[in-house]
């Protein structure tokens, strides 16, 4: 999973950054590269299953975060296609005061620079939509396929809902309408998250009434915190961090927070193998049937999938290893057994018959 990080200069992009990126990543305090980091995605029972089966590695699931530098007017149109890659956008705003840090817009107002963003992006989808109806128009003059009439015809209903300011991600689009979109990697079709990066007084319940829309009519997601803060913090070592979240009442570092929300945003769930060599998450969509789930491991299991023994992160843990089968937790399950968030599977299957079938 991508996530990408962007917004105006100052508007503490870097200091989110390093801030979900466990504190590790090296930040490059240039204008012109982005940052990159691959951060592990905190999972506690992952640890938990760690401690029941002590495997030789443990490996958990990721997610990369790129900081891209900051939104200068100039060069809009290249800044909005860097952000076309990523699968979840994330608009960092400022609203902690600071005379120290100059804000580009003369003055701190961070629903002015959520609006201003929110129609830019409008404005840039806009544009590509323009440019294709152009050409689409010409192909189909020049006699092309039918089918380029029903891509016109999406286009045209994008066109519209984002002339009254609604984001494409907020439209009911048909399976069939979302793969005639897809090759044109629309901003507001994206998941969306407005990250508002709050002073060390400021609290996120003040400033949420008035951003909800973002969540209701926007179809995006609205996340508070005290970015600086969660920076220092991050840079601890784990051991450390326990007291300092104490007493400044943070129950929960944003890393983990934010995680948790981009999987609910993606409509993404876990599951679990675990063994000797490895306990190991594996990060699937919600209403994923067993057989490809499997094949988040390997194509081949796939393929040549059987059956999955199934039991659940909850029975483990409450039960142990040993009584799990007697209990009658394990379950035999189908290739259409749809997989819930915390199942542990063990996919049988048949190299043989994979082979066969390719
Ligand atoms: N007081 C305060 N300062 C912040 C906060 N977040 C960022 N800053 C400061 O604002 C300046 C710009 O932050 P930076 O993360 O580099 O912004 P970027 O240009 O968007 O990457 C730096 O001096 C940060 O220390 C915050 O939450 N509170
Ligand atoms: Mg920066």
């Given at each position: 999973?991508?996530?990408g990080?962007?917004?105006?200069?100052?508007?503490?992009?870097?200091?989110?950054?390093?801030?979900?990126?466990?504190?590790?990543?090296?930040?490059?305090?240039?204008?012109?590269?982005?940052?990159?980091?691959?951060?592990?995605?905190?999972?506690?029972?992952?640890?938990?299953?760690?401690?029941?089966?002590?495997?030789?590695?443990?490996?958990?699931a990721?997610?990369?975060?790129?900081?891209?530098?900051?939104?200068?007017?100039?060069?809009?149109?290249?800044?909005?296609?860097?952000?076309?890659?990523?699968?979840?956008?994330?608009?960092?705003?400022?609203?902690?005061?600071?005379?120290?840090?100059?804000?580009?817009?003369?003055?701190?107002?961070?629903?002015?620079?959520?609006?201003?963003?929110?129609?830019?992006?409008?404005?840039?989808?806009?544009?590509?939509?323009?440019?294709?109806?152009?050409?689409?128009?010409?192909?189909?003059?020049?006699?092309?396929?039918?089918?380029?009439?029903?891509?016109?015809?999406?286009?045209?209903?994008?066109?519209?809902?984002?002339?009254?300011?609604?984001?494409?991600?907020?439209?009911?689009?048909?399976?069939?309408?979302?793969?005639?979109?897809?090759?044109?990697?629309?901003?507001?079709?994206?998941?969306?998250?407005?990250?508002?990066?709050?002073?060390?007084?400021?609290?996120?319940?003040?400033?949420?009434?008035?951003?909800?829309?973002?969540?209701?009519?926007?179809?995006?997601?609205?996340?508070?915190?005290?970015?600086?803060i969660?920076?220092?913090?991050?840079?601890?070592?784990?051991?450390?961090?326990?007291?300092?979240?104490?007493?400044?009442?943070?129950?929960?570092?944003?890393?983990?927070?934010?995680?948790?929300?981009?999987?609910?945003?993606?409509?993404?769930?876990?599951?679990?193998t675990?063994?000797?060599?490895?306990?190991?998450?594996?990060?699937?969509?919600?209403?994923?049937?067993?057989?490809?789930?499997?094949?988040?491991?390997?194509?081949?299991?796939?393929?040549?999938?059987?059956?999955?023994?199934?039991?659940?992160?909850?029975?483990?843990?409450?039960?142990?290893?040993?009584?799990?089968?007697?209990?009658?937790?394990i379950?035999?399950e189908?290739?259409?057994?749809v997989?819930?968030?915390g199942?542990?599977?063990?996919?049988?299957?048949?190299?043989?018959?994979?082979?066969?079938k390719?």
């Amino acid at each position: 999973m991508k996530v990408g990080l962007f917004g105006l200069p100052s508007s503490g992009k870097t200091t989110v950054f390093s801030a979900l990126s466990d504190g590790k990543a090296n930040i490059n305090e240039g204008h012109n590269a982005p940052n990159l980091y691959v951060a592990k995605v905190p999972d506690p029972r992952l640890d938990e299953l760690t401690k029941m089966y002590n495997p030789k590695k443990t490996v958990y699931a990721t997610i990369e975060y790129t900081d891209f530098p900051g939104l200068q007017e100039k060069s809009a149109n290249s800044y909005w296609g860097n952000l076309r890659s990523v699968d979840v956008l994330v608009h960092v705003v400022r609203a902690f005061e600071s005379d120290m840090v100059h804000h580009v817009n003369e003055s701190v107002d961070h629903k002015r620079d959520i609006e201003k963003i929110d129609s830019d992006l409008i404005i840039a989808d806009l544009a590509i939509i323009e440019t294709n109806l152009d050409r689409l128009e010409r192909n189909l003059k020049a006699g092309k396929k039918n089918e380029l009439l029903f891509t016109k015809d999406v286009l045209i209903k994008c066109r519209e809902n984002l002339e009254n300011e609604i984001p494409i991600r907020a439209l009911d689009l048909t399976t069939e309408e979302l793969d005639a979109i897809q090759v044109y990697q629309f901003l507001t079709q994206k998941p969306f998250v407005t990250a508002l990066n709050l002073g060390d007084d400021q609290n996120f319940s003040d400033f949420y009434p008035d951003l909800k829309y973002l969540e209701t009519e926007r179809k995006s997601l609205i996340f508070g915190l005290q970015g600086k803060i969660e920076m220092e913090i991050a840079q601890l070592e784990p051991e450390e961090r326990e007291i300092f979240l104490e007493d400044l009442g943070i129950e929960e570092l944003a890393l983990g927070r934010f995680v948790r929300s981009c999987f609910q945003l993606l409509g993404l769930i876990s599951f679990f193998t675990v063994g000797e060599d490895e306990v190991r998450a594996w990060p699937i969509r919600k209403d994923t049937p067993a057989s490809r789930a499997a094949g988040a491991i390997h194509s081949d299991l796939e393929r040549g999938f059987i059956r999955a023994e199934v039991f659940h992160y909850e029975d483990v843990v409450s039960l142990g290893t040993s009584k799990l089968k007697e209990e009658g937790k394990i379950r035999l399950e189908g290739k259409d057994y749809v997989v819930i968030d915390g199942d542990i599977l063990n996919i049988r299957f048949n190299v043989s018959s994979a082979k066969k079938k390719k």
